[in-house]
C-alpha cells in the first residue's frame, strides 16, 4: 500500500511539473492553453530522440527537452499567440485545442504512432526496499528531481523580484502595468519557462505515463485539474492539487482498474462544484 | 385611432422576426431536392442532417443562452446508445428508439444541467468536459451493456413507420434523418421566438438585468439545457439507428471539439450557423479525405487555429453575401 | 400614512467594514423620495440589499407589509420591485421593442412558455405599446439598443424598469452621465410617473433632486444622518456640513 502511494507521489510530482506553468499562464494572462501539454509531448520526444539518435546521456536529454519546449514556446508566444490574449475564454479553448489535434497529427505523421520508450541507465533502473517498502529507483530520482524544482520554484517565486513582480502582475496586470512591471515581457518569460518545465516533464514522465502521439489530448484534463483545483495565485495550489490528483489517480487504478479514470473526473467535477475557485483560491471580494 | 396604429406596428414589428425569408424556404427545398440530386451521396447526406442537428442543439444552449460547453458529446452519446439498447433490447421501431434516445439525454441534461448554471464560461468549460469524460469512462468499462471498446453490436431497425426499410445506400436513412432534422429546426424556430426564447436571449446579453427583470434565470437555464440536450440525443439516436452500431467513439472528445468548429464555422445565434457549418465541415471532411485520409486531424486543428485567429470574419462576409444572393433569386421568383 | 417599503435595522457588513449601518428606513406609498450621500456613503450597497444583489448582514427587508429579506432578484420584481441601474444594464443585441417585450412577457407569466408566438399576444402587444409610447420610444423601437444615443439608453433603463409595473421604484442615478441636451427629456420621463408608483431616487445630481423629491434621506458613512422635506435638509446644518457644504452648485 505504501508503495502504491510512493509512486503515487511521484506520479504527482511530475504532474505538478507538468501543470505549474499552465497555471502561472491561466493566472497571469488569464488566457487557457489547453495546448499545455503539446509542449510537454515535444520534450518528451526531444529527450527520446537525443538519446536514441545522437547518443546523448540521459541527464543531459533532460536539459535539452526543457531547452527545446521553452525555445519553441518563446517562438510560438510571439507568433500566434499573444493576439489571443484579448479574446474569449471559448475562443481561446478553441484556438489552442486546434494547436492540440495539429500537434497530435504533426507527431503521429513525422514519428509514428508507437509508444516511445526512455533507455534509462543503469543506475536508475529496479527497486529496492526500504522497511518493506518497495521503492523504485527512477521514481526516487522523479520526487528528488521535482522536489528540488518545486522548492526552487517556491523560492523564485516568493522570495526573487522576477517571483514578486510575476505576483503583482497577477494580481492585477493592469495597476502592476501601471507600476512600471514590463507585463508583456515578463509573461513572455514565464511561458517560456512553463513551456520548459512542461517539456522537462514530458522527459521525466515518459517512465510514468508513456509516451505517444495522443499525449496531450490524454492528459490535457490532468493538468487542468491541477490548475483549476490549485488555483492560479500559488505555486503551492497547484503542487498540493497535483499531489492529490497523483496519488488518487494511481490509488484508483490500483483498486478498481475496471472504472479507469473515471474517479478522477468524478472528483474534478465535484471539486469543480463545489469550490468553483480553486481548492486553495483565496477568497475574493 | 394613432394609438391602434401603432400597436399594429408593434404587432408587426414582433412578427417580422419570425417570418420565414425566401432564402430560408430555399434552403429546406434544396436540402430535399438533394435527395434526388446526389443519390450517390445519400450516405454522406445522412452524415451532414445528424451532424446539423447535433450542432442546432449547441447552437440553442450558445448561441441563445449563452451557455459554452466542450462536452456536448455526452448527449450524443448518451442518446446514440440508448437507441441503440432500445433496438436491441426492446423493439426495432426507429421512432420509438428515436424517443428513447431523447428521452434518456434530455434526462441527463437535466440532471446536469444544475452543473452549469453557476460558474464562469472557464468552469462551464471544464465541467461539460469532465461530465462527458466521465460518461466516456462509464461506457468504456460497463462492458456487458455497452459492448465496451468493441461497440455496440446487433443493432437491427425495423422499418420507418412500418414502411420504409433502411437500405445500404442510405435512402430510407437520409429522408428518415432529414425529416426528423426539418421538424425539431421548426421546433426550435419556434421557441427561440417565443417569450421563452427570448428571455434567453436576455440571460445571454446580461444576466444581472434578466434577473432585474423578473426572468429566473436558473430555471431558464436549466431548460434550455434540457432541451439542448434532448436535440443532441435524438442525433444521437440517428447517428445509432441509420448506421446500426454504436461505438464509444459517440462520446469522444473529437465529437464536442468538431462541434464547436461546426459553429464557429456557420456562426452560432441565428439557427441556420450549425445547418450551415455541418455542410461545409462535412463537405471539407470529404474532400480531404480523398487525399489524407490520415491526418484529418492536423486539418481540422489548422482550420480552428486560422477560424479564431480571424478568418471567422471573412468567411462570414462570405456566407452573407451568398445569402443575400439566394434571397435575392428567391424574391425574384416569387415575384 | 403606510409603507410601500421598509428596512428594519438593516446591515452589511463587508470583513471590517460596515457598509449599511443599522438602517430603519421608510419609503411611503405614492412617495417622491430621493436618498442623498456623498460617494462612499453606501447608496448603492443599500439599493443592492433592497433588490436582493446582496444579502444583508442582519435586518430585515418589507415590500407592501410583506418581508422579502431573503427573497431572490426575480422574485422580488413579480411582488413590484423594480428597479434601474447607475451603469446601464440593457440587452445590447436587442431592440427596444424586445426588451420591453420581454418584461412584459415576464410580468404577464408568459416566460416560460417556449412555443406562443410573441405577436399572436394580444395582451403582450398592447401593453408593450403603451410603453414604448410613454417613454417616447415608439420611432425607435427597432433599432438595437446598442446603437442608440445614452440619454435613449438610459430612457429605456427607466422603461424596462417600468414595464414591470412595480409599485415600488428604484431609480439608480438615472441622470448620470446623460449629456446636457438629452437631460431634460429625461427629467420629464422621471417626472411623469405615475403617482401610484413609490419612486426612490438614489442621486448626485442636486438639480434633480430638488425638483422631483418630496422627501430626502440623507446617508453618510452608512448611517442615515438625517430625513425631511427638502427645505428641511436644505437647511440642516449637519447636512450641509457633511454633504452640501461639498457640492457648491447648489
Same mark, same amino acid.
Given at each position: ?285 | ?43 454522406? /447526406?445522412?452524415?451532414?442532417? !445528424? #451532424?446539423?442537428?447535433? *450542432?442546432? =442543439? &449547441?447552437?440553442?444552449?450558445? +448561441?441563445? @443562452? ?62 461539460? /468536459?469532465?461530465?462527458?469524460? !466521465? #460518461?466516456?469512462?462509464? *461506457?468504456? =468499462? &460497463?462492458?456487458?451493456?455497452? +459492448?465496451? @471498446? ?72 436549466? *431548460? ?112 | ?250
Amino acid at each position: 500500500m505504501l508503495t502504491i502511494l510512493f509512486d503515487g507521489i511521484a506520479y504527482g510530482m511530475v504532474l505538478f511539473v507538468l501543470g505549474c506553468g499552465l497555471s502561472v499562464t491561466m493566472g497571469l494572462m488569464n488566457f487557457v492553453n489547453l495546448a499545455h501539454g503539446a509542449f510537454a509531448m515535444l520534450g518528451g520526444y526531444v529527450a527520446v530522440q537525443a538519446m536514441q539518435r545522437l547518443g546523448v546521456p540521459f541527464l543531459a536529454s533532460l536539459p535539452l527537452a526543457f531547452l527545446a519546449a521553452a525555445l519553441v514556446g518563446v517562438v510560438l508566444e510571439r507568433l500566434i499567440y499573444r493576439p489571443m490574449y484579448g479574446k474569449s475564454h471559448l475562443d481561446q479553448v478553441m484556438f489552442s485545442i486546434g494547436l492540440v489535434f495539429m500537434a497530435v497529427a504533426g507527431t503521429d505523421w513525422l514519428m509514428g504512432s508507437t509508444q516511445q520508450f526512455m533507455h534509462l541507465p543503469p543506475w536508475l533502473q529496479g527497486r529496492f526496499e526500504v522497511a518493506g517498502i518497495g521503492i523504485g529507483r527512477y521514481r526516487l530520482f522523479v520526487i528528488a528531481i521535482c522536489g528540488l524544482l518545486a522548492v526552487s520554484l517556491q523560492w523564485g517565486f516568493t522570495r526573487t523580484r522576477f517571483g514578486s513582480r510575476l505576483r503583482a502582475a497577477v494580481d492585477d496586470a493592469r495597476v502592476a502595468r501601471g507600476l512600471g512591471i514590463p507585463v508583456n515581457r515578463l509573461f513572455a518569460l514565464t511561458f517560456a519557462l512553463g513551456c520548459g518545465l512542461a517539456g522537462l516533464g514530458g522527459a521525466l514522465g515518459i517512465e510514468l505515463m508513456g509516451l505517444d502521439p495522443s499525449f496531450p489530448l490524454k492528459f490535457m484534463i490532468y493538468f487542468l485539474i491541477v490548475v483549476t483545483v490549485g488555483g492560479t495565485s500559488s505555486i503551492t495550489g497547484p503542487f498540493f492539487a497535483a499531489m492529490l490528483l497523483g496519488v488518487a489517480d494511481v490509488i484508483g487504478k490500483y483498486l478498481v482498474p475496471e472504472i479507469g479514470a473515471f474517479i478522477i473526473y468524478a472528483l474534478m467535477v465535484v471539486l469543480l462544484i463545489t469550490r468553483p475557485h480553486g481548492l486553495f483560491a483565496r477568497v475574493r471580494a | 385611432m394613432r394609438a391602434e396604429t401603432f400597436e399594429s406596428r408593434v404587432r408587426q414589428a414582433l412578427h417580422a422576426g419570425r417570418r420565414w425569408h425566401p432564402a430560408e424556404i430555399a434552403f429546406w427545398c434544396l436540402a430535399f431536392a438533394a435527395f434526388l440530386l446526389f443519390p450517390s451521396q445519400l450516405l454522406l /447526406l445522412n452524415e451532414i442532417a !445528424i #451532424l446539423a442537428l447535433f *450542432a442546432l =442543439s &449547441l447552437d440553442l444552449i450558445l +448561441g441563445y @443562452a449563452g451557455i459554452v460547453s466542450l462536452g456536448h458529446a455526452a448527449f450524443l452519446g448518451t442518446g446514440a446508445y440508448a437507441a441503440g439498447l432500445f433496438a436491441k433490447h426492446v423493439g426495432g421501431d426507429p421512432l420509438a428508439g428515436l424517443a428513447a434516445g431523447m428521452a434518456a439525454a434530455g434526462l441527463l441534461g437535466l440532471v446536469t444541467s444544475p452543473l452549469v448554471l453557476r460558474g464562469t464560461d472557464l468552469t462551464r468549460l471544464m465541467i461539460t /468536459l469532465g461530465v462527458a469524460l !466521465i #460518461l466516456y469512462e462509464l *461506457a468504456n =468499462s &460497463l462492458g456487458w451493456l455497452t +459492448g465496451g @471498446a468493441d461497440g455496440l453490436q446487433g443493432v437491427v431497425m425495423g422499418p420507418v413507420l412500418g414502411l420504409f426499410d433502411f437500405d445500404i445506400f442510405g435512402r430510407t436513412a437520409y429522408l428518415y434523418s432529414l425529416c426528423v432534422l426539418f421538424t425539431l429546426f421548426l421546433v426550435a424556430r419556434r421557441v427561440v421566438h417565443s417569450p421563452f426564447g427570448l428571455s434567453l436571449r436576455a440571460i445571454r446579453d446580461n444576466p444581472l438585468r434578466a434577473s432585474a427583470s423578473g426572468v429566473p434565470n436558473a430555471r431558464r437555464l436549466a *431548460a434550455a439545457y434540457t432541451i439542448a440536450a434532448t436535440y443532441a440525443g435524438a442525433a444521437g439516436a440517428l447517428l445509432a439507428q441509420t448506421t446500426q452500431f454504436v461505438s464509444l467513439d459517440v462520446l469522444d472528445f473529437h465529437r464536442s471539439a468538431d462541434l464547436m468548429l461546426v459553429l464557429i464555422i456557420g456562426g452560432a445565434g441565428y439557427l441556420y450557423g450549425g445547418l450551415i457549418g455541418a455542410i461545409a465541415f462535412k463537405l471539407l471532411q470529404d474532400a480531404i479525405a480523398t487525399f489524407t485520409p490520415q491526418y484529418w486531424m492536423f486539418w481540422i486543428g489548422l482550420f480552428l487555429v486560422l477560424f479564431v485567429l480571424g478568418g471567422r470574419e471573412i468567411i462570414h462576409g462570405g456566407v452573407k453575401a451568398v445569402a443575400g444572393r439566394l434571397a435575392g433569386i428567391g424574391r425574384g421568383a416569387a415575384r | 400614512m403606510s409603507a410601500a417599503l421598509r428596512t428594519f435595522d438593516l446591515v452589511k457588513s463587508f470583513g471590517g467594514i460596515t457598509a449599511t449601518d443599522h438602517v430603519d428606513f421608510t419609503l411611503a406609498k405614492g412617495a417622491r423620495h430621493a436618498l442623498i450621500g456623498p460617494n462612499g456613503a453606501g447608496k448603492t450597497t443599500f439599493v443592492n440589499q433592497l433588490t436582493g444583489v446582496l444579502k444583508p448582514s442582519s435586518g430585515r427587508i418589507e415590500l407592501m407589509g410583506e418581508e422579502i429579506t431573503t427573497l431572490p432578484r426575480a422574485a422580488r420584481v413579480k411582488r413590484g420591485l423594480a428597479r434601474t441601474f447607475q451603469i446601464n444594464q440593457l440587452f445590447a443585441t436587442m431592440t427596444p421593442l424586445e426588451m420591453i417585450a420581454l418584461v412584459t412577457a415576464e410580468r404577464l407569466g408568459r416566460g416560460s412558455h417556449p412555443f406562443r408566438a410573441l405577436d399572436r399576444d394580444a395582451e403582450l402587444v398592447d401593453q408593450t405599446a403603451e410603453i414604448l409610447n410613454r417613454f417616447r420610444l415608439d420611432d425607435i423601437m427597432d433599432r438595437r439598443i446598442a446603437t442608440l444615443p445614452y440619454g435613449k439608453q438610459r430612457q429605456i433603463e427607466i422603461a424596462a424598469a417600468f414595464a414591470a409595473r412595480p409599485s415600488v421604484l428604484l431609480l439608480d442615478e438615472p441622470a448620470a452621465g446623460v449629456p446636457e441636451a438629452e437631460r431634460r427629456e429625461l427629467m420629464r420621463t422621471v417626472a411623469e410617473l405615475p403617482d401610484d408608483v413609490s419612486v426612490l431616487l438614489i442621486e448626485h445630481d442636486m438639480d434633480l433632486v430638488f425638483r422631483f423629491a418630496t422627501r430626502i434621506t440623507v446617508l453618510v458613512n452608512g448611517r442615515v444622518l438625517a430625513e425631511g422635506t427638502p427645505e428641511e435638509m436644505a437647511r440642516d446644518p449637519a447636512v450641509r456640513a457633511a454633504y452640501l457644504g461639498e457640492d457648491a452648485h447648489v
